[in-house]
């Protein structure tokens, strides 16, 4: 979870109710709206570095995203367009910084962000936590290796991605057990013991790895060596 997840997060549980407020929430976290879409617009002109070099002093430029406009004229209609595009570029300099903006921004919205606030390419400290204006619902899965969450979100002042921070090994055991035929009796028994110390993830598909070693069970079923009881957390999800 990130350091600026929601207090509702802070939750244990023995079963997923999928009509719950809080699931409906994790799993939205995952969907795109228009201001996650613009946000992320915002955040990618600040990690898009400008590739201007001065054909002089050959020294690459560094200067900052800014929100420009051009005329577009087609026919007889001009419209007005708005671009990412670089603080320091001069007319006739090539190569400057310049993103095009995606049809599904909120261009007021955009222009709010770069007046009013400061990116933190370095995600958001714990100790701005309590300033977060929106709390984040995203949780991930223990096998993941992000370091910081997809989104971005805003302070009073600034934006920037929360940094990912780990609950610890869930407590939850998961048992298997196997009939002596698995012809004559074809099913395998499953048993969780305990009570999950995280908020149910959102669903995702099963893990190759976890696919292979359950068909291994069914395949080995002949194995006179098989204990009728083994413990396979490690080959699943807590």
Do not use: W
């Amino acid at each position: 979870m990130s350091i600026l997840g929601s207090p509702e997060l802070d939750i244990e549980h023995t079963f997923v109710d999928f009509e719950s407020q809080l699931y409906k929430k994790i799993f939205d976290a995952n969907e795109s709206s228009i201001n996650t879409i613009t946000l992320n617009t915002f955040g990618q002109a600040y990690n898009t570095p400008c590739l201007y070099t001065d054909p002089v002093t050959n020294i690459q430029c560094n200067g900052k995203p800014v929100l420009r406009e051009y005329k577009k004229i087609d026919n007889t209609i001009s419209t007005i367009r708005k671009f990412v595009g670089c603080k320091n570029y001069k007319l006739g300099q090539k190569g400057h910084h310049y993103i095009s903006i995606n049809q599904n921004v909120n261009l007021n919205y955009l222009e709010q962000l770069f007046q009013n606030y400061i990116y933190c390419p370095n995600g958001i400290n714990r100790e701005d936590q309590n300033e977060i204006i929106d709390k984040c619902f995203t949780v991930l899965p223990n096998s993941s290796v992000r370091n910081y969450c997809s989104f971005l979100h805003k302070t009073n002042t600034q934006i920037g991605k929360g940094k990912i921070i780990n609950k610890g090994n869930c407590p939850v055991k998961f048992y298997h057990i196997l009939p002596d035929n698995l012809t004559e009796c074809p099913f395998i028994v499953m048993i969780s013991t305990g009570v999950h110390n995280h908020p149910p993830p959102p669903p995702v598909k099963t893990p190759q790895n976890i696919m292979e070693n359950l068909q291994k069970i069914v395949n080995n079923e002949y194995d006179l060596d098989l204990t009728r009881t083994l413990d396979i957390s490690h080959i699943g999800h807590n």
